[in-house]
């Protein structure tokens, strides 16, 4: 299993962001995709979770995220985003894509990208 995180990169105060994030296999032929999540980490701190979609098509905000920023995932074609608007020096970090596998048996896996840094310049 690999996750590909795009579209990070240098933005201004005020501007918006946009992250794509593609899986490649699967863990197994009976695994699916439980949820699929954004966390990021700026330096120094520790790895926060931004947003979270599930399976159903449920989604939740972190605070610091609420209000500005879309979650969306493809879980037949692998594939998720985050939209985040009205960005602050604050919002600088490596965002990293995470999906939550899970099997017939009761099994998950978590599995994560590489990471794709966003800078947020005044």
């Known amino acids: 299993v690999q996750l590909q995180a795009s579209g990070g990169g240098l933005v201004q105060a005020g501007g918006s962001l946009a992250l794509s994030c593609a899986v490649s296999?699967?863990?197994?032929?009976?695994?699916?995709?439980?949820?699929m999540s954004w966390y990021r980490q700026a330096p120094g701190k520790g790895r926060e979770l931004v947003a979270t979609?599930?399976?159903?098509?449920?989604?939740s905000y972190a605070e610091s995220a609420k209000g500005r920023s879309t979650i969306s995932g493809d879980n037949a074609k692998k594939t998720m985003s985050l939209k985040m608007n009205g960005l602050t020096l604050e919002d600088s970090a490596v965002y990293y894509c995470?999906?939550?596998?899970?099997?017939?048996?009761?099994?998950?896996?978590?599995?994560w990208g590489q990471g794709t840094q966003v800078t947020v310049s005044s």
């Open positions: 995470n999906v939550e596998f899970g099997g017939p048996t009761g099994w998950s896996l978590s599995s």
């Open positions: 296999g699967m863990p197994s032929r009976t695994s699916s995709i439980n949820s």
């Open positions: 979609i599930t399976s159903s098509g449920r989604t």
